[in-house]
């Protein structure tokens, strides 16, 4: 267990990379089951403004989330290029199945130790510990995004799964 404040750094391997807007982030490939092209999520009442509803996947009903709204930027319309990542999270008590709707998916790829920079220390008061580190590229840098983190610190994760074992019981 980490002590309070403490970032865990990315781990070297495989990385799926994706844009909101001209932002580029990437998780780990090992959380990611599928990339789904843009559908319309059924709309639950009553729900955090970032998250979009339930999309259908091979029947199960799966919590989709709009990463540009947890993440605090403008909210846009899909497009073509519009993707869900549908990932399985280890939270501590359960395996917990999520839609992240990103702007584009790019690829996937490799990152090495020594491309892994920390994450970098902003010197204000601002939620960064689901940064787990950054990659320096030619065109700019890619944000390695700690999502069980970014779910698991706010209570949403529990939220989600509530969600989601209520679509499953109906």
Sequence with gaps: MSAPGEKRAAAEGQYVTFGLGAEVFATPVG???????YQTPSRIPNSPAYLLGLTDVRGQGVPTADLRIRLGMAPVDPTLNTRILVLDIALEDRMLSLGLVADRVFEVTTFAADQIEPAPDFGIKW????????VRRDDGFVVLIDLPRLLSTT????TLADMAAVDQAA
């Design 31 to 37: 959380l990611v089951r599928e990339i789904l092209t």
């Design 127 to 134: 939620r960064s510990d689901y940064i787990s580190g950054v």
């Design 155 to 158: 209570g949403e994760a529990a």
